[in-house]
DNA sequence: CAGCATCCTGGGCGATACTG
DNA sequence: CAGTATCGCCCAGGATGCTG
């Protein structure tokens, strides 16, 4: 099962549910756990650091711990991990372009039920 | 929980496991069913024309129906859906630019088990 | 060849409670 | 505040067999 297009091994990369968009956050400025959590909407604390460890192992960001107390723990993005981010820029602005389409659509689906 | 970013948008459209990958074959020419299974490599009918049902019900793709016997039924993309397979060029580049990369850290992943 | 019907499983994801 | 520890759900995805 050789590979096809270089989607796979993005997809690797990002295939959790929440990490493009912990991606797009990360982009901007680093973040702390808490922020991230509130930014994200509705993430659950196992799986945000689930998946900032994924991440961190995955060389896309960077834990700096501060080693205060109380605690304070900062997520920064990498050289390698802003490649990805702008690798996923487009797919942002088609959906920004789209999301009210999107909605229209959803609507019309609920409506023929 | 309003909307971030348009990624959340976008992977409404593409969140399927094989989404993607069949997007990326589709763009170039029409595909019969047989052949989207054998160019995306392991996937269980079923999957597929499942995912081929989502991509047919948003408007990405479209299906033709010979109604031969044989039958003989293509799926052919939209002018929509190459929007968003354009969008997702640039994350497939990535992924062949950092194929090898992946292999490598992927290998030092299992020699440190 | 294209696709439906079934049954089944894993693990991604979520909710909650607790700790340093 | 930034996690860890449990528990459990749920369903996307897979395997197999059958039909027009």
């Known amino acids: 099962m050789e590979p096809v297009c270089g989607l796979d091994v ?3 990369y990002i295939g959790g549910k929440w990490k493009p968009v912990l ?3 990360l982009q901007f400025s680093p973040r702390r ?3 991230l959590k509130r930014l994200s909407g509705g993430i ?3 799986v945000l650091i689930q998946q900032l460890k994924d991440l961190t192992a995955d060389g896309i960001v960077l834990r700096h711990d501060y080693r205060e107390v109380p605690p304070r ?3 920064e993005i990498t050289d390698f991990g802003r ?3 702008r690798a996923l820029q487009p ?3 088609w959906g920004n372009a789209n999301r009210e389409y999107a909605r229209a ?3 019309h689906d609920n409506e023929s039920r």
Do not use: I
């Open 105 to 107: 659509a959803e609507r």
């Open 91 to 93: 797919l942002c602005e």
């Open 73 to 75: 723990v900062e997520y």
């Open 10 to 12: 993005a997809l690797r």
């Open 33 to 35: 756990f808490g922020e």
């Open 23 to 25: 991606l797009f956050h």
């Open 44 to 46: 659950s604390e196992k």
């Open 83 to 85: 490649t990805l981010a």
